[in-house]
């Protein structure tokens, strides 16, 4: 009887999940933790008071609510372009919705501003960051220090201004930064310090973490969800479509048009003039610089910057968006999503709740198999002042990590916390010898051997 209880029971366990997706599931909650920053000049992080990664997830039978304060677990700051702004309290409720429909109208462009959420509850932005190239004046329009653009705001002008490259200074370690207080990415949410050719030495005085780290032997984890639903996978996935043909980095179908002057529309048609490419004005300064390629390959994305495909969150298939990157793990335009969504977008801020829902309390835990097969790195190993431990991929729980010397004694501890990667020790004043990192979660546990040495 008991075993027939537990199969039902089980049995039950099961066709909830299933029943609460994807949409319901992935979100990273917290309320009790608080987040941290730097300012520039003090490389010790600073607790902000905030609670970072989601509060609350609640569902219904077509939407899921996820109230965030819109804070990363991994440190925030400094922005070094001048921007005045911290990563504040945003106090905003999502709705998503949880079946998603493909656009068969007209193409609806990404915005500037929010146009999704990861799954920490951190904004996504498209490629814009607010300026263009006013052909009246011949000179940039919009942002700090420039007259405003004709139309407005983050009106859409033909030279639009691709934040990535153009303002490079202002990221943070984790590849992002505010706008007034709205703490956002741009691009693939995994830190600068892990790309294969680092581009930015941000990291080495403001050391932080991103929401996950590449690993190109797995399924990138799914990150979050554009405002359209449907949902965004990190840089590496299934090389067919069907989920066969091994782990590959999933490539943009854009590349940079050969072009001297700025004449003439991605699609050939005329256009305002734009400034000449130059040393200044480069070409990939502008979102225009770029064209859609189709590909034969099934890794290559559409001009969406997604695909339908099998994943292993969406094993009968769905539409996804991926964080592009290139060879060396640079942001690859255009991001995330974009210029245009594949589904029907709407904004997804709201202020309440206005419909019976069910909480979902995201209190399960990673089994013994997938304990077991955390893609951990220890490093340097041996070490003489600082050993790192690094979770490649998404921490979907938090990690207890613990050194322990050879009789069993705790030298040190530290943790990762979910959403975010990485761990340190800092060994300058500990004995050299053999020790054990301890990795565990509460009920699992695996340790890794790791030689101190002065030498």
């Known amino acids: 009887m008991k075993r027939i209880l537990l199969f039902l029971y089980l049995f039950s366990l099961t066709i909830m999940a299933q029943a609460q997706g994807p949409t319901v599931t992935a979100w990273l909650q917290n309320t009790t933790a608080t987040g941290t920053y730097y300012v520039q000049g003090n490389s010790t992080a600073i607790d902000n008071g905030i609670l970072y990664n989601c509060q609350k997830v609640e569902y219904s039978a077509d939407f899921v609510y996820v109230t965030t304060k819109g804070i990363p677990a991994y440190t925030t700051g400094p922005f070094l372009d001048g921007n005045p702004s911290q990563a504040s309290d945003q106090d905003a409720i999502f709705k998503i919705p949880r079946d998603p429909q493909e656009n068969t109208g007209a193409a609806i462009s990404t915005t500037g501003g929010n146009i999704g959420v990861f799954i920490n509850g951190v904004a996504l932005f498209d490629y814009r960051d607010g300026v263009a190239w006013n052909p009246n004046t011949n000179a940039p329009c919009g942002g700090p220090g420039n007259d405003p653009c004709p139309g407005g705001p ?29 703490y956002h990415h741009h691009q693939n949410p995994s830190a600068f310090k892990l790309d294969l050719n680092v581009i930015s030495d941000i990291c080495n005085l403001y050391d932080a973490e991103g929401l996950y780290a590449i690993d190109a032997t797995q399924h990138s984890p799914l990150i979050g969800f554009a405002y359209d639903g449907f949902p965004i996978y990190g840089a590496y996935g299934f090389q067919n479509t069907d989920g066969t043909g091994g782990i590959v980095r999933i490539k943009s179908g854009y590349q940079l048009r050969n072009i001297t002057q700025r004449n003439t529309a991605p699609d050939g048609t005329a256009s305002d003039l734009g400034p000449d490419v ?159 990192v301890k990795i565990s979660n509460g009920g699992l546990s695996i340790s890794e051997k790791v030689v101190i040495t002065k030498e």
């Open 154 to 182: 983050m009106a859409q002008n033909d030279w639009n201004r691709d934040a990535i490259p153009a303002e490079m200074d202002g990221f943070d370690c984790s590849k992002a930064h505010p706008a007034m207080g709205n």
């Open 278 to 436: 130059n040393a200044t004005y480069f070409l990939g300064y502008f979102r225009e610089d770029y064209e859609f390629v189709s590909q034969t390959g099934e890794d290559y994305l559409d001009e969406h910057n997604g695909r339908f495909c099998i994943t292993p969150e969406y094993p009968d298939g769905t539409y996804a968006y991926f964080a592009t990157v290139d060879e060396n793990w640079n942001s690859a335009y255009p991001y995330v999503v974009g210029p245009t969504f594949y589904g029907n977008s709407a904004n997804r801020k709201v202020t309440t709740v206005d419909e019976t829902t069910t909480i979902y309390d995201g209190t399960s835990s990673l089994s013994e198999t997938e304990f077991k097969n955390l893609n951990i790195s220890i490093f340097p190993n041996p070490a003489t002042d600082l050993i790192a431990i690094q979770v490649a991929g998404l921490v979907e729980e938090n990690l207890k990590i613990e050194l322990v010397d050879l009789s069993g004694k705790i030298v040190s501890t530290s943790k990762i916390s979910k959403g975010s990667t990485i761990a340190y020790f800092d060994v300058q004043a500990v004995y050299d010898g053999i020790y054990f």
